[in-house]
């Protein structure tokens, strides 16, 4: 089964432009969840979406959103970019049918770097 | 709110040494605890889980026990080998928000092993 994939694996750039990520999850997993990676406050959470709608939100100002097409790929946004917005943004995916033993599954990552 | 607190890094070892991460944990309901490892230029892979207490999660030779009277999961390895320099993460999930797709991450412990 493949697993979780994300496009692109890196991007560049410059402050003020607006980026938008994919991501899509193993087959059959429902839920997608969104976190940034950065050597200063490490791995965070940012949202999650199931079944179209978001269900989880993290402490990240409105200049981040997403959204989760019928076939539960996602997309993330980022709007008006600033120089701390460089960052490992991950992607993970899961079955989300509500057991304590669902685990989440994460892909290699975007590397956007803000100029 | 959850919060996870990890053994600060890095950490170094001879080879064959055994392997300690501490990892305590902070949080209001049950949660599910898990480790994860990031490669270098990779995203995260689940090392192992544990759902409720006194559960042990094992794999690859790594083993945790999800101790509630002391709010723990650390992680061991009898033997480790070069091949296991990585970071790990320790997170947990609170189960009651729709299920486990909410990490909270700790920090991450860096662990490097000397041939």
């Known amino acids: 089964k493949a697993g979780v994939t994300q496009t692109p694996r890196y991007l560049i750039k410059t402050r003020g432009q607006q980026v938008t990520l994919s991501c899509s999850p193993i087959?059959?997993?429902?839920?997608v969840s969104w976190y940034q990676q950065t050597p200063g406050q490490g791995l965070q959470f940012l949202f999650e979406?199931?079944?179209?709608?978001?269900?989880n939100k993290g402490n990240f100002p409105g200049r981040f959103s997403g959204r989760q097409f019928s076939n539960s790929r996602s997309e993330m946004n980022v709007s008006t970019l600033e120089l701390g917005d460089s960052a490992l943004y991950l992607c993970?995916?899961?079955?989300?049918?509500?057991?304590?033993?669902?685990?989440?599954?994460f892909g290699p990552g975007t590397r956007l770097t803000v100029l | 709110g959850d919060s996870v607190t990890q053994m600060e890094g890095p950490v170094t070892l001879s080879e064959e040494a055994f392997l300690t991460i501490n990892c305590t944990y902070t949080?209001?309901?049950?949660?599910?605890l898990f480790w994860y490892v990031q490669y270098p230029g990779e995203g995260l892979q689940l090392l192992l889980k544990?759902?409720?207490?006194?559960d042990k999660g094992s794999n690859k030779g790594f083993e945790a026990t999800y101790r509630k009277e002391t709010t723990s999961f650390h992680l061991e390895k009898g033997s480790v080998q070069v091949s296991d320099s990585a970071v790990y993460f320790c997170?947990?999930?609170?189960?009651?928000?729709?299920?486990?797709?909410?990490?909270?991450f700790g920090t991450g412990t860096r662990l490097t092993i000397i041939p």
């Open positions: 544990a759902t409720k207490a006194d």
């Open positions: 949080a209001t309901g049950y949660p599910s």
């Open positions: 979406y199931f079944s179209e709608t978001q269900r």
């Open positions: 087959s059959g997993h429902r839920s």
């Open positions: 993970a995916s899961s079955l989300a049918s509500g057991r304590a033993t669902d685990t989440q599954y």
């Open positions: 997170a947990l999930s609170d189960p009651r928000n729709f299920g486990n797709e909410k990490l909270t």
